[in-house]
């Protein structure tokens, strides 16, 4: 079973009905290595959209979660980044990548997992992930349907490193999925039972992206750099 406070169903309730901060999003964006990476990807004339929007997700997800432990007053009560690059389990690394998103290596040595946004909240380690596509496939997982990344099985697979690093059984599992797919059905009601909490993304992909490209245009209108003549083109071919 996983395990969760009213503190998290309190977030979770906000976090579905939450728009992006495009403005905070923006700031944080342009001051990030990721923004770094898309630069070099230009000048590269490599434009990789899909990863470009999944960072600019987790950005949001991070800002509202920001956001939403501040208007409830929950900040004594939450830990951001609970796990810092080069952090050690019993069994498990961590570190970061160019884009500062974290990872889980395993005791092989291989990635495990990538870890969207990983929080301590009222002590119990807790993993946010977003998945804004019909199906993923990471570094480490084959394509699978939603309905499979709510399986208890890979739930647990994602968990397991956060309950390495924090040596308890205890763990919230909070996914954010496309709002076509947050419906009942079986798996998803079993996920719920289980005590997972499953939450709509704010648009479907395809409105998600156009966003995104507004989003670039603001960004290119405010800065120097001249890589961005050359992306925008590329990126609405894209959407």
């Known amino acids: 079973m996983l395990t969760k406070t009213p503190l998290h169903d309190q977030i979770a309730e906000r976090l579905a009905k939450r728009w992006p901060n495009w403005s905070q999003i923006a700031d944080r964006y ?28 987790e950005m949001h997800l991070r800002v509202a979660l920001e956001e939403i432990c501040k208007e409830l007053g929950a900040q004594d009560r939450v830990v951001f980044d609970p796990i810092k690059s080069g952090s050690r389990g019993k069994y498990f690394k961590f570190y970061t990548d ?8 395993a005791p ?3 990635d495990y997992s990538e870890m969207d946004e990983p929080m301590l909240i009222e002590d119990i380690p807790t993993l946010f992930e977003i998945r804004i596509k019909n199906s993923h496939g990471g ?3 084959k394509m699978m349907s939603h ?5 208890e099985d890979h739930v647990n697979y994602l968990l397991a490193p956060l309950r390495d690093y924090f040596n308890t059984p205890q763990g919230a599992f909070v996914f954010i999925i496309p709002p076509a797919s947050v ?5 998803a009601q079993a996920f719920k039972e289980r005590g997972g909490l499953l939450v ?19 960004l290119k209108n405010k800065s120097e750099y001249q890589p961005f003549k ?10």
């Open 139 to 141: 570094r480490k997982h």
């Open 147 to 151: 309905s499979r990344l709510m399986s």
């Open 183 to 187: 419906k009942e059905n079986e798996t």
């Open 230 to 239: 050359d992306l925008l083109p590329k990126v609405q071919e894209a959407v």
């Open 108 to 110: 092989n040595g291989t």
């Open 30 to 57: 342009s001051k990030s290595k990721a923004y770094e990476h898309l630069l070099h990807c230009a000048r590269k004339n490599e434009i990789p959209l899909g990863s470009f929007a999944g960072h600019i997700a």
């Open 200 to 218: 709509p993304f704010y648009k479907n992909r395809h409105d998600y992206h156009c966003d995104v490209d507004r989003l670039l245009r603001d």
């Open 98 to 105: 160019k884009e500062e998103r974290l990872f889980a290596v």
